[in-house]
């Protein structure tokens, strides 16, 4: 509501200061020679009018700003948890470049729209249609000509937008796959280097920038394009009032100040003109980043989760495998293992020991059959009470960029000194020697995190209780 109130009041305020110069340039056409006193008056309240537009075009780039962070601000929540409450295989499985690309630069095309389109949108839709009704009042021949040539430069617009469209979407292509590239790679230098793939990594990375700068020239072009036509539009309507004028001054219906106060309001509709071309643009690009978004919604299969837990007091601890059947591993699989048991799993690789274990903490949903919990099946308890019952030790859950402490005491509510000896179980875990030579180790960030997972017996669990 504060947007369109500030259009309404640039709209008015511009319509004032048309008035304003009409009235100068026929009040000093009249006045008599050497009275520059009212002119001084005049140049006066169009000096306020002027730097009471500007303030208020200031505040409705602050306000739109605001709407857009606002709203992205909650879209970024709402993708987060639904990534939160999806399906780890199918997260794994996109490729984590693309990932960056949906939650940085498609969402940032989302808030140019909301903040840069829609609410310039609004603002010159009022402005617009305030400016017209002035044009009307000081003669229907200026609202109709000049809404004219608004009108074919919005067709105009709109038709070359469909060239502009599939320009972003091949930009936003290209740099996802460049960006998804460059991650792989830089996560695994080590395995370039071993097997010297250096210049052929080179000469793809190259293959991939001149494939991006060619989509970004192409998508230059088309914005450029949008930008002539909305020159020209502003260009027409500029000749179409000056035409009219020069007819009406020539049929004595038109006066000094009525020429001024034309121009004076199609020079104001330059900017409103200039934000519906840049309006397109962004509308495009948000087009291109929900479908986006949506398409990658639409690959991360969500979890199914329940809503009400079971108290802890009624699980012993029994688990039992009904019929277990995982894809590409396990099929018709059931055990049962009692509490106070040790399990050992023993197989060849790819025989389904670490998606059994997956399975049971709903890293991997289960093809057929159940797991259940002293008889609750792992589907009816909430993922908070489920890994709060099940705690999984495994060498491909990382550790945090954090402080050895954190990491530790990642699963408690909340971090306090009570926790602390857990770092001397730590110390057992990983190396005496090494935690005692290095007392600030505890509060050591993790960067190496395979190093130190390698070494610890219990490299990624957070502790939950006392140690």
């Known amino acids: 509501m504060a947007l369109f109130g500030n259009g ?16 100068m340039f026929d009040g000093q056409v009249l006045a008599p020679a050497g009275d520059y006193r009212s002119a001084l008056e005049y140049a006066a309240r169009l000096l306020l009018l002027s730097v009471l537009i500007a303030l208020l075009r200031r505040r409705e780039r602050i306000d739109a700003e605001l709407l857009g962070q606002l709203y992205v601000r909650d879209l970024r929540k709402r993708l987060f948890a639904r990534l939160l409450r999806s ?31 829609l609410a310039r949108l609004g603002v010159a839709a009022i402005v617009i249609s305030l400016v017209m009704v002035a044009l009307w009042w000081l003669h229907p021949l200026f609202m109709l000509t000049v809404g004219g040539s608004l009108v074919l430069t919005t067709a105009a617009l709109w038709r070359q937008g469909v060239t502009l469209r599939q320009a972003i979407a091949e ?32 000469r793809r990375l190259a293959r991939q920038n001149r494939r991006v700068i060619q989509a970004a020239g192409e998508k230059a072009a088309a914005i450029g394009s949008l930008r002539a036509i909305t020159e020209i539009g502003a260009g027409l309507a500029f000749a179409a009032g000056l035409l009219v004028t020069a007819l009406l001054v020539s049929e004595g219906q038109a006066s000094a100040g009525t020429f001024v106060a034309v121009f004076a309001l199609i020079g104001f509709l330059s900017t409103p003109l200039r934000d519906i071309s840049r309006v ?33 007091s009624a699980f012993s601890g029994t688990l039992v495998f009904d019929e277990l059947s995982l894809e590409g591993s396990l099929t018709s699989f059931s055990a049962s293992v009692e509490v106070g048991r040790r399990v050992a799993l023993v197989g060849p690789n790819g025989a389904g020991k670490t ?29 908070e009470q489920l890994h709060g019952l099940v ?15 954190e990491n530790l005491l990642y699963g408690t509510r909340q971090v306090s000194e009570d926790a602390l000896p857990c770092r001397r179980s730590f110390a057992v875990a990983v190396s005496t020697n090494w935690f005692d030579a290095c007392p600030r180790a505890w509060m050591c960030v993790c960067r190496k995190v395979a190093s130190i997972s390698r070494r610890a017996n219990v490299p990624a669990w957070p502790w939950r209780g006392p140690c």
């Open 8 to 23: 309404l009041l640039q709209a008015l305020l511009a319509t004032a200061l048309a008035w304003q110069a009409q009235a």
């Open 87 to 117: 399906q780890h295989a199918s997260i794994v499985a996109q490729r984590r470049g693309q990932l960056l690309i949906r939650f940085v630069s498609d969402l940032n095309a989302v808030r140019q729209w909301v903040s840069l389109g």
């Open 171 to 202: 930009v936003r292509r290209r740099q996802g796959y460049l960006a998804a590239n460059m991650t792989e790679k830089i996560a695994a230098v080590s395995t370039i280097q071993l097997f010297g793939q250096a210049e052929r990594e080179r």
């Open 280 to 312: 397109h643009e962004y509308w495009l690009a948000n087009r291109v980043a929900l479908a986006n978004i949506q398409r990658l919604m639409c690959r991360i299969r969500p979890l199914q989760l329940a809503e009400v837990a079971y108290r802890d």
């Open 355 to 383: 998606s059994l274990l997956h399975a049971i903490v709903r890293l991997r949903e289960a093809d057929g059959g159940d797991i259940r919990i002293d008889g609750v099946s792992i589907r009816d308890l909430p993922l």
């Open 391 to 405: 705690a999984y030790v495994g060498n491909d859950v990382p550790l945090l960029r954090a402080t050895l402490r």
